[in-house]
């Protein structure tokens, strides 16, 4: 049993540390206080491969592997929530699903300029006011045949992206008597008349990767516009937010990384009683237990990214490596806080800023709820 990364894989990991470390980290706590996206970092994305690294190279793609995927993700997560939210979404929520269900056709149009930095990015709309974890009877959209186009009329919210996307793919129902194969994919262009992308919500934290709702108003698509099979669109969705559990938890231990190192950091430096507080028992068993959940939370997404990978089975390895990662990720960086004290609850120190973000992953892509449900229903052969 190995658990050395490749020769490929660990030099593709210092090439985007550094990257991130130079382009990313710097700006992280000013478009954290402004909202405003790192297209400066996004942009030069591209010349790395990130924007298209799960799409193939005939589509303006990397390839580079779930593995490497996870990797860069992490990394991205140690230096910005926001910066590695927006481009795990565009991943495993706007790209994935027309690398595997989209016709030449649309890769070509769609996903070739957003993979390859010609574009902007990509998204996905699921979640709708009434339709979050319930999906299968929650969504009210709808798209209806009209000779050759379909026609969309419903809302989405909390979704990420839509303002810096080329194309949203989004979840309507089509036939609502056909019970699970009531619903289908599409691809919307951001330009499409009747699409309206509300202002950004105002959130806890993550607030440059924007959060928007979504209005659509006799939205017309053509019908090469459908994602794969009409009436296949929720088992799509399943099958791309199994795959989306890896960013999440490997962007959560990116978070919870660096809230352990700025945690080191300060405990060596910060003096009470005489002494670094990095004596003190009670700050050494805060690190210790930190230390060792990030590298069990770590462990669980490259096994998940791996058997991703590999083509095996992997869906509630995700679901267990996403619960216990982004759950970690809270404990570590509201320890981070504590070790911190005062200064931790500051603004100026970036380990409130990544209790902020952290909090969210809990509750992004399937809640903490819901991977419970996931992980139970394999062990128990549901």
Known sequence: MNFDLTEEQAMWQKIVHNFVEAEVKPKAHEISESGEFNWDAVHKMAQLGMLGMMVPEEYGGADVGTVAMSIAIEELGWACGSTALAIAAHTELGCAPLVNFGTDAQKKKFLQPVASGEGRLAALALTEPG????????????????????????????????????????????????????????????????????????????????????????????????????????????????????????????????????????????????????????????????????????????????????????????????????????????NAIQIHGGYGYSREYPVERIYCDARLMTVGEGTSEIQRLVIARAVLNM
Do not use: C
């Open 131 to 334: 339709a979050g974890s319930d999906l299968k009877g929650g969504v009210k959209t709808k798209a209806v045949k009209d000779g050759d186009d379909w026609i969309i009329n419903g809302s989405k919210m909390w979704i990420t992206n839509p303002s810096v996307a080329d194309y949203i793919i989004t979840l309507v129902r089509t036939d609502p008597a056909a019970g699970s194969r009531s619903m289908s994919l599409f691809i919307v262009p951001t330009d499409s008349p009747g699409l309206t992308i509300h202002p950004p919500e105002k959130k806890m934290g993550l607030h440059a990767s924007q959060t928007h709702a979504l209005t659509y108003e006799n939205v017309r698509v053509p019908a090469e516009n459908l994602l794969g099979e009409e009436g296949r669109g929720l088992h799509q969705t399943l099958e791309t937010l199994d795959a989306g559990r890896i960013s999440i938890g490997s962007l959560s231990v990116g978070l919870a990384q660096r809230a352990f190192e700025e945690s080191v950091a300060y405990a060596k430096q910060r003096e009470a009683f005489g002494k670094p507080i990095a004596a003190q028992q009670a700050i050494q068993w805060m690190l210790a237990d930190a230390a060792t959940e990030i590298a069990a939370a770590r462990l669980m997404m490259r096994q998940a990214a791996w058997l991703h990978e590999t083509g095996r089975p992997f869906t509630h390895q995700a679901a267990m490596g996403k619960l216990f990662a982004t759950e970690m990720a809270e404990r570590v960086a509201r």
